[in-house]
T-cell receptor, first 113, second 117 residues
Framework: LAKTTQPISMDSYEGQEVNITCSHN???????ITWYQQFPSQGPRFIIQ???TKVTNEVASLFIPADRKSSTLSLPRVSLSDTAVYYC??????????????FGAGTRLAVHP | NAGVMQNPRHLVRRRGQEARLRCSPM?????VYWYRQLPEEGLKFMVY????????ESGMPKERFSAEFPKEGPSILRIQQVVRGDSAAYFC???????????????FGEGSRLTVL
């Protein structure tokens, strides 16, 4: 599984757009990029997954440049309820090792009024 | 469709006692994973199981920890002779069998918080 690097923490204010970038220089050809969100005292929750270019759902967008060595999770117009830890994971869902889904320390996002 | 159910949500044990944590996966899910999370840290993989089989236990301490996922009933994570360092949140996750729409997404429970006095 590719190692990922993301900022330890970020601060934002309500209504702003937040972009969290994750570096994964050793990403392999079959690897996908997946982001999870974890609220305090809860289990992580899947947010979005992508392979290349841009993916958008009702919660977030994921931007992946052509070289795929990084990715950016974009949260539009954050609210206080978006305060959470965000984890970036990289791996091939069909490989045996993916089952371990290595979670790093994640990025602690604090949204202020 | 109920989510992943873990119990107990909170468990207090004294040093030397045993802790048993239970996890019922989502309906139709045949894969179960256990993770441990220390305060202010990320989740650390412990073990991956399918029904009646341990597939990968490389993240589980060799001593005192065991896991099972029987043919009937929930998956159990068992910690014998607990020590203070075992205090953590233990999360269970499940995933469906691989198929056409498989993404590798894990569905997590709310966790079981173990406190060792």
């Amino acid at each position: 599984l590719a190692k990922t690097t993301q900022p330890i923490s970020m601060d934002s204010y309500e209504g702003q757009e937040v972009n969290i970038t994750c570096s994964h220089n050793n990403i392999a050809t079959n690897d996908y990029i997946t982001w999870y969100q974890q609220f305090p005292s809860q289990g992580p929750r899947f947010i979005i997954q992508g392979y290349k270019t841009k993916v958008t759902n009702e919660v977030a967008s994921l931007f992946i440049p052509a070289d795929r060595k990084s990715s950016t999770l974009s949260l539009p117009r954050v609210s206080l309820s978006d305060t959470a830890v965000y984890y970036c994971l990289v791996g091939d869902p069909l490989s045996g090792g993916y089952n371990k889904l290595i979670f790093g320390a994640g990025t602690r996002l604090a949204v202020h009024p | 469709n109920a989510g992943v159910m873990q119990n107990p949500r909170h468990l207090v044990r004294r040093r030397g006692q045993e802790a048993r944590l239970r996890c019922s996966p989502m309906k139709g899910h045949s894969h179960v994973y256990w993770y441990r999370q220390l305060p202010e840290e990320g989740l650390k993989f412990m073990v991956y199981l399918q029904k009646e089989n341990i597939i990968d236990e490389s993240g589980m301490p060799k001593e005192r920890f065991s896991a099972e996922f029987p043919k009937e009933g929930p998956s159990i994570l068992r910690i014998q002779q607990v020590v203070r360092g075992d205090s953590a949140a233990y999360f269970c996750a499940s995933s469906p069998p691989q198929g056409d729409s498989y993404t590798g997404e894990l569905f997590f429970g709310e966790g079981s918080r173990l406190t060792v006095l």
